[in-house]
Antibody, heavy 119, light 113 residues
Framework: QVQLVESGGGVVQPGRSLRLSCAAS????????MHWVRQAPGKGLEWVAI????????EYADSVKGRFTISRDNSKNTLYLQMNSLRAEDTAVYYC????????????WGRGTLVTVSS | DIVMTQSPDSLAVSLGERATINCKSS????????????LAWYQQKPGQPPKLLIY???TRESGVPDRFSGSGSGTDFTLTISSLQAEDVAVYYC?????????FGQGTRLEIK
């Protein structure tokens, strides 16, 4: 079935790194722009990053620019988020999401993976 | 960045009654070349990811019940649930996809009165 499944979350100390993965299935991953969106505990939604369908372009929220890197492997139908220099304020559930028809609203979401940054 | 402001922050409505949630953007999200409003609505139930309800401000996503409707243009938008059902208890978010970064409203918590 059509789905996105995130993995890689966990507890990490401030300043350390973590890599999230998002496995896609049931649709043509290689033609879809993909995003990461996060949600701090009890808070609202915050867009994090986008990677175009072919990996040719990437954009980031100011809050993560220079620390996070989005990438994809279309041969493996997988999206990644490399998170470096993690801070307490990066604690959140991280969702991968598929954009709809090259417009940046999101018609398919994963269930999310929780990242907790704490000493 | 475009700031999205929802009102109210929380809302309690009786079963079968109408629920109305408002969303205001700090600048217009109407793209003049195609006359489309780049505005979406999502529903998020506890412990679940958001679910797309409405896009282009008023187009229902496939499978979304017709009691959900979206309206508005430019900077002012409304999500209406015509007859509230128990399963509609959730937090609702608007989102603009007119410019980068895409931004969300703070959310409106909908409960049963």
């Amino acid at each position: 079935q059509v789905q996105l499944v995130e993995s890689g979350g966990g507890v990490v100390q401030p300043g350390r790194s973590l890599r999230l993965s998002c496995a896609a299935s049931g649709f043509t991953f290689s033609t879809s722009g993909m995003h990461w969106v996060r949600q701090a505990p009890g808070k609202g939604l915050e867009w994090v990053a986008i990677i175009y369908y072919d990996g040719s372009n990437k954009e980031y929220a100011d809050s993560v620019k220079g620390r996070f890197t989005i990438s994809r492997d279309n041969s493996k139908n997988t999206l990644y988020l490399q998170m470096n220099s993690l801070r307490a304020e990066d604690t959140a559930v991280y969702y991968c999401a598929r954009e709809a028809a090259a417009v940046w609203y999101f018609d398919l979401w994963g269930r999310g993976t929780l990242v907790t940054v704490s000493s | 960045d475009i700031v999205m402001t929802q009102s109210p922050d929380s809302l309690a409505v009786s079963l079968g009654e109408r629920a109305t949630i408002n969303c205001k953007s700090s600048q217009s999200v109407l793209y003049s070349s195609n006359n489309k409003n780049y505005l979406a609505w999502y529903q998020q139930k506890p412990g679940q990811p958001p679910k797309l309800l409405i896009y282009w401000a008023s187009t229902r996503e496939s499978g979304v019940p017709d009691r959900f409707s979206g309206s508005g243009s430019g900077t002012d938008f409304t999500l209406t649930i015509s007859s509230l059902q128990a399963e509609d208890v959730a937090v609702y978010y608007c989102q603009q996809c007119y410019s980068t970064p895409p931004t969300f409203g703070q959310g409106t918590r909908l409960e049963i009165k």
